[in-house]
């Protein structure tokens, strides 16, 4: 039957070694590494993450316009997502009204589905070449979480894999510890002379 003893690394002990009191404190370090520094980590580069991704936004945002414009043409085929987007889109040819500049057309990826006539949301560069629209409020916070889940991930991974370095040197040290002992201690057990 085996009895577990609370604390016995902490307790003066002869049969504690120093790597047993290295790998308890590291146990502890990894604890506190593990409940506070990995969290504080994700939320940091959370924060940093959702100020880029926002002000890529604004950017995004002041480099080009935003047109409601009309499709004219036929649809092409369905084009996967852009960035990340729900619905796939066509290229179709739209036009608008420019303040000053009268009508305007250009191709534009539209929705896919989208019939002549209806109305679109268009964006539109400084050429006036159609772009993507820029990351909503949605997209900004999956791209925080997504980063901020990573690096907590990132850090827990590398805090592990130095708790295992640790304990895999105690471990070393340990076996060479006894690899000693045994030499000291086999010839006075077996009578063999080493």
Do not use: K, Y
């Amino acid at each position: 039957m085996r009895s577990r003893v609370r604390g016995w690394r902490r307790r003066p002990n002869p049969l504690r070694r120093r790597s047993d009191v290295v790998e308890a404190w590291a146990l502890r370090a990894v604890t506190v590494l593990l409940v506070v520094v990995a969290p504080l980590v994700g939320v940091v580069v959370g924060w940093w993450a959702h100020d880029d991704a926002r002000t890529t936004a604004r950017e995004h945002r002041a480099g080009h316009r935003h047109v409601r414009a009309e499709a004219v043409g036929a649809a092409a085929d369905a084009f996967p997502p852009a960035q990340g987007g729900r619905q796939p889109s066509a290229e179709m040819t739209v036009r608008w009204t420019e303040p000053g500049d009268g009508p305007r057309t250009a191709t534009a990826r539209v929705p896919a589905g989208t019939r002549a006539g209806e109305r679109v949301d268009v964006w539109l560069d400084d050429r006036g070449r159609s772009v993507p629209p820029p990351p909503d409020g949605t997209a900004i916070w999956q791209h925080t979480v997504v980063l901020g889940a990573c690096a907590t991930g990132g850090a827990v991974a590398v805090i592990l894999l130095g708790h295992c370095a640790v304990r895999h040197a105690a471990m070393r040290r340990r076996l060479d510890e006894w690899e000693r002992e045994w030499a000291r201690t086999e010839p006075a057990w077996t009578g063999r002379r080493a």
